[in-house]
C-alpha cells in the first residue's frame, strides 16, 4: 500500500495568515492527490483533486501545488471558517489511501 | 442535487455482521462508482471498497475477507456487509461517490453513520 506522510500534524495560525501543509507518498502517485477539509462532527468535504484542480464551490483562496514527490495544500489569508482538520488522498493505486491529517486551527 | 445517505444499526455485538445501506439521489448508480470510507474516532479515514458503475466491485485488501458490497439500482441503493466485527471496527462510515479525472477522489459524502461494536 501507498503511504501518505502528511505534516505537520497540527498546526496554529493566525487570520489572514499564509498555511501550507504538505503530503508526501511513499511512491510516485502522479498527480493522483486530493485534499479535503473536515469540520467536527461532519464528513470530509472536497477542496482540491487532480493535485491543483480546485473543486466546485471551494473558495479561490486555497490552492494545491506539486513539486517532484511533495504535494501541498496553500491557504492564502486564513479565514475563521478554514479551522478543521485537513486530509490529502492518493487515488492512483488501490487501496486509496489517506494521510494522517493536519489539525488547523487559529492562534 | 447529489445526495448520498447512509442507514444501519448503531450499535453491533462483537463477532456480528454490521449491515449498511447507503441510498444516493441526484445520480445513477450505472453512471458513478460509490465508495464506502470508515473513520474510527479521533484517527484518519480509510478505504474500504467500491462498487463500480458498471456493477463490479474492489475492496481493501486489508478488510477484503470480511466485506461484501452490493447494490440495487432500481432503489437507488448499495450495500455494504462486513462479519466478524470487533471493537477496533467501531468508528464512522461513510458513503461516497467516486470520480476520476486525474486520479480517483471523493467529490461528495454522506453524512456518515456511528457504528459501535460492543456487548
Known amino acids: 500500500d501507498i503511504q501518505m506522510t502528511q505534516s505537520p500534524a497540527s498546526l496554529s495560525a493566525s487570520l489572514e495568515e499564509i498555511v501550507t501543509i504538505t503530503c508526501q507518498p511513499s511512491?510516485?502517485?502522479?498527480?493522483?492527490l486530493s485534499w479535503y477539509q473536515q469540520k467536527p462532527g461532519k464528513s470530509p468535504q472536497l477542496l482540491i483533486h487532480?493535485?491543483?484542480s480546485l473543486a466546485d464551490g471551494v473558495p479561490s483562496r486555497f490552492s494545491g501545488s506539486r513539486s517532484g514527490t511533495q504535494y501541498s495544500l496553500k491557504i492564502n489569508r486564513l479565514q475563521v471558517e478554514d479551522t478543521g482538520i485537513y486530509y490529502c488522498?492518493?487515488?492512483?493505486?488501490?487501496?486509496?489511501?489517506f494521510g494522517g491529517g493536519t489539525k488547523l486551527e487559529l492562534k | 442535487q447529489v445526495q448520498l445517505k447512509e442507514s444501519g444499526p448503531g450499535l453491533v455485538q462483537p463477532s456480528e455482521t454490521l449491515s449498511l445501506t447507503c441510498t444516493v439521489s441526484?445520480?445513477?448508480?450505472?453512471?458513478?462508482?460509490v465508495s464506502w470510507v470508515r473513520q474510527p474516532s479521533g484517527k484518519g479515514p480509510e478505504w474500504m471498497g467500491r462498487m463500480w458503475y458498471d456493477g463490479d466491485t474492489a475492496y481493501n485488501s486489508a478488510l477484503k475477507s470480511r466485506l461484501s458490497i452490493s447494490r440495487d439500482t432500481s432503489k437507488n441503493q448499495v450495500f455494504l456487509k462486513m462479519n466478524s466485527l470487533q471493537t477496533d471496527d467501531t468508528g464512522t462510515y461513510y458513503c461516497?461517490?467516486?470520480?476520476?479525472?486525474?486520479?480517483?477522489?471523493?467529490?461528495?459524502w454522506g453524512q456518515g453513520v456511528m457504528v459501535t461494536v460492543s456487548s
Open positions: 488522498l492518493q487515488g492512483y493505486s488501490a487501496p486509496w489511501t
Open positions: 511512491q510516485d502517485i502522479g498527480n493522483y
Open positions: 461516497t461517490r467516486e470520480l476520476w479525472v486525474t486520479g480517483y477522489y471523493f467529490d461528495y
Open positions: 441526484g445520480f445513477s448508480l450505472t453512471s458513478y462508482s
Open positions: 487532480s493535485a491543483t
